[in-house]
């Protein structure tokens, strides 16, 4: 822990404002080095709805800056490289303060935590599928703790997270809409109740799943298979096997654009207020500005890139080279990450917590969400995983072998 006494020193000039007369004895008066390390063992939920409130010394502490960024370079630390090393990018520390920086390490500290065996539960959903599991997704909905899977079988399953440990009870409903392979879920937001699926079949089908199964409100039927979605605010981008990324508007229900910058099918989109990117089976990685609709980049990759995710400020691009590549907004190339793995990355999610990859050889790794990542963990799967998906301590792949996995930290449970 020297570098951590280091860096409370480097940040003691601002620390001795906070007030610390409030008692002449007490944990108030112990060395500041010596208060992070003991709220280092601290969560962060108990951190701010209980210890800020015992006292204005302990509220003023955690209401600072340089409390939640020390404890922010705990989370990106790791035993061969001290945190001092591993520092995010004036960009990435920019937005954290933004949402702040409490919930930035509440998010990174759910997945670094996957890796305590003796808290981390590993469930396997067999027998709801027969077919290869091609997407997963985890919804963020206040209402409940809601996972959806989508497989060759053509069916969706929808299970509770809550009781993802009683097969009987977790599978909440399986809706058997779609007439080809399900290839593509997304939730509206990343937070609404509303979700939307694509298929072989040419049909997109949106869902409210506010009452815990998939009540279907709208459909959309296109002339060639969807492959990938993001769904946006009232806004739905599909890339399609026929080579074209579509923007769709729920309000009025038609189709505003379309857009061919691929030559063979279009495999993931991901999109800003600005620009639309997409990957396609010809290794092409495409940058659409919205505003003039028109084409403004467009690379060649090495290999396919199978995923890619915005998260502002950066892209993430993963491919079948096995390394991950970030990207800024004009796609000007800012790093090229080695997963320390040389088999294809099949999918990858980025959220705020973790950066998390499948491999085609069966492994899933954790790592932390920013620009020098460190890996945090490693799981292996009886059989490979094609899709991934992780939210706030749980994390759920899809396989091969028609099961569904789920872990979960049950410390998180609260």
């Known amino acids: 822990k020297q570098w951590y006494q280091r860096r409370v020193r480097a940040s003691k000039l601002s620390l001795s404002k906070i007030n610390r007369s409030l008692t002449s004895t007490g944990i108030h008066n112990l060395p500041p080095e010596l208060i992070f390390e003991i709220l280092e063992y601290i969560d962060v939920a108990t951190l701010m709805s209980i210890v800020s409130f015992v006292s204005r010394y302990f509220y003023d502490l ?7 960024e020390m404890r922010l370079a705990g989370c990106l630390a790791c035993p061969e490289m001290p945190a001092n090393s591993l520092k995010l990018s004036d960009q990435e520390l920019q937005k954290m303060h933004h949402v702040g920086l409490a919930q930035a390490v509440f ?26 599991i091609h997407c997963v997704k ?8 809601i996972a959806i899977s989508g497989s060759r079988d053509k069916t969706i399953c929808v299970y509770d997270l809550k009781s993802v440990g009683n097969p009987r009870e977790c599978v909440l409903n399986t809706n058997t809409d779609h007439n080809g392979w399900v290839w593509t879920l997304d939730q509206e937001d990343g937070k609404s109740s509303k979700i939307v699926s694509g298929s072989w079949d040419s049909n997109i089908h949106f869902y409210d799943i506010g009452r815990g199964s998939l009540e279907r409100i709208s459909d959309l039927s296109v002339h060639s298979a969807i492959l990938c979605t993001r769904y946006e605010k009232d806004f739905l981008l599909y890339g399609t096997y026929s080579k074209i990324v579509a923007g769709y508007d729920t309000r009025c229900k038609k189709v505003v654009y379309k857009i061919k910058n691929h030559t063979r099918p279009v495999l993931s989109v991901a999109s800003s207020p600005e620009y639309i990117w997409s990957s396609g089976e010809d290794n092409a990685l495409v940058c659409h500005d919205r505003r003039m ?32 590549k970030c990207f800024n907004q004009e796609m000007k190339t800012l790093k090229k990450i080695d997963s320390g793995h040389s088999q294809p ?22 790592f932390s969400p920013n620009i020098s990542p460190v890996c945090w963990n490693a799981f292996n ?10 939210k706030d301590g749980y994390l759920i792949a899809g396989c091969s072998d028609s099961s569904v996995v ?3 930290n049950t410390n998180l449970d609260y």
């Open 107 to 132: 998010k990174m500290e759910s997945a670094r935590s996957l890796k305590f065996a003796d808290s981390v539960k590993r469930h396997v959903m067999s027998g709801n599928h027969y077919g290869d």
């Open 406 to 408: 789920f872990w979960r």
């Open 62 to 68: 955690l209401h600072s800056s340089e409390f939640w």
């Open 138 to 145: 985890l919804l963020s909905y206040p209402a409940k703790q």
């Open 345 to 366: 990355i099949m999918d990858m999610t980025h959220t705020m917590g973790a950066t998390v990859t499948t491999f085609k050889d069966g492994v899933i790794k954790v």
């Open 293 to 324: 609709n028109k084409l403004l980049k467009r690379i060649r990759m090495e290999r396919i890139s199978s995923s890619i995710a915005y998260s502002e400020p950066y892209l993430w691009v993963a491919g079948y080279d096995g390394f991950i």
């Open 381 to 390: 799967l009886d059989s490979p995983a094609s899709c991934v998906d992780y």
